[in-house]
């Protein structure tokens, strides 16, 4: 029992370690913010610059808990069919992939503060990174994360004799609509430089309205700033 302990702190140690590493930890500090994200902007008195405070939306409930529940839900399964000795197998190529939506990018997926002003140029919080204003060419909408929004074909059962249509996937549909709703809180503002073919992140774990407006307010100061 205490080596068992031992060994579980470890791993849990491990976990730990290498969530803060690669900024896992967002997900799970994330989870209670709205489902829509947000900004306040704050201009300045003599109207040299302007704040623009950025919350995220959180990551998807509905993703995180069907899909999790399908995963869940299979592996139980093969373990009541008396085939558990496949579980860990299955557990190793599943698991990254249910949570590869929800972890990519999710290092950006955190409050923002972006200052822009006349003296100190571009600057955010996230990266700690400052552009000047006249080396921008503009703020970029990304989305971080890409689900096929093609419709889910029928599947066919081809025999010798005839063609049997099975119908559409269930799983294909849960999982493709599951992943959109994730995929709709997944864009990011980058910032676009004249002299570099490469773009730097501003901030992320954006809803689609929010990124539009941040990225119109955000162009319309740096042209009136620069």
């Known amino acids: 029992m205490g080596q068992s302990l031992i060994l579980l702190i470890i791993f849990l140690a491990a976990i730990y370690f290498v969530a803060q590493k690669f900024g896992w930890d967002n997900l799970l500090r994330t989870l209670l913010n709205p489902a829509q994200a947000h ?42 069919l008396g085939a558990g000795f496949l579980v860990p197998l299955l557990a190793i190529i599943t698991v990254p992939l249910y949570l590869y939506p929800v972890l990519k990018k999710v290092a950006w997926r955190k409050s923002a503060t972006i200052n822009l002003s006349t003296s100190g140029g571009l600057s955010t919080d996230l990266t700690g990174k400052v552009w000047s204003l006249v080396e921008i060419t503009e703020i970029v909408i990304e989305r971080s994360l890409s689900v096929n929004d093609e ?47 490469k773009t730097d992140i501003l901030c992320g774990g954006l809803t689609l309205d929010c990124a539009r407006q941040l990225r119109n307010d955000l162009n319309a100061a740096i042209k009136a700033l620069a």
């Open 151 to 197: 419709p889910v074909e029928a599947q066919v059962l081809y025999t010798p004799t005839q063609n049997i249509y099975m119908g559409k996937a269930t799983e294909t549909l849960i999982g493709r609509a599951a992943g959109q709703r994730q995929a709709a809180r997944s864009y990011m503002l980058r910032v676009k430089l004249r002299a570099l073919p």
């Open 39 to 80: 900004f306040v902007r704050r201009d300045m008195p003599d109207e040299s610059g302007v704040t623009f405070a950025v919350t995220p939306a959180r990551s998807s409930w509905t993703y995180l808990l069907v899909m999790g529940g399908i995963l869940i839900g299979a592996l139980w399964l093969l373990s009541v």
